[in-house]
């Protein structure tokens, strides 16, 4: 199974590439972890939000694999605990399909993606910047895994 996080966001601070990468690292092929990146939409004035955000909606759409699983990270989700969510990554590696993450940008997710999200996952009531949602996702990914596969990292 492979993970695809699908972010709104290019050009992020090197200490969230740095973050990333290594939780990613060490995941395993059997649960990797690819990151893709949606540019921006234009915003401004004369261009209103809901129209920046429906444009990333139709980019993350098109990045999203066939047959994916789609989450989606949303305020209004569910917020699962560390067992929880490493139940959910262990029913995702039976199921066999790949699984994408989608994180919407500063606006967050347009209407398309929120609809096609078989799952709402909430990482906090808290409203987190989005470079470190990147992050703080690898990581919790890494720390189901390794609770599931009896890894020390876990301590609980």
Do not use: F
């Not at 139709?58 to 969510?85: C, F, K, N, Y």
């Not at 959910?88 to 398309?112: F, H």
């Amino acid at each position: 199974m492979q993970i695809h996080l699908i972010a709104v966001g290019t050009r992020m601070p090197g200490w969230v590439d740095e973050g990333y990468a290594e939780y990613a690292r060490r995941l395993p092929r059997e649960c990797s972890l690819k990151l893709v990146e949606i540019p921006l939409a234009q915003r401004s004035k004369s261009r209103p939000v809901a129209r920046a955000v429906s444009e990333e909606g139709r980019r993350m759409e098109a990045a999203i694999g066939a047959g994916h699983r789609v989450v989606a990270l949303d305020v209004e989700g569910r917020g699962w605990s560390t067992p929880q969510l490493a139940a959910r990554l262990r029913d995702w590696m039976q199921d066999g399909r790949n699984v994408s993450l989608l994180v919407g940008g500063p606006d967050g997710l347009a209407d398309n993606c929120l609809q096609a999200a078989e799952q709402r996952w909430s990482l906090s009531p808290l409203t987190l910047p989005h470079p470190l949602v990147r992050v703080l996702l690898a990581e919790q990914l890494y720390r189901a895994w390794s609770l599931n596969a009896g890894h020390p990292y876990h301590r609980g």
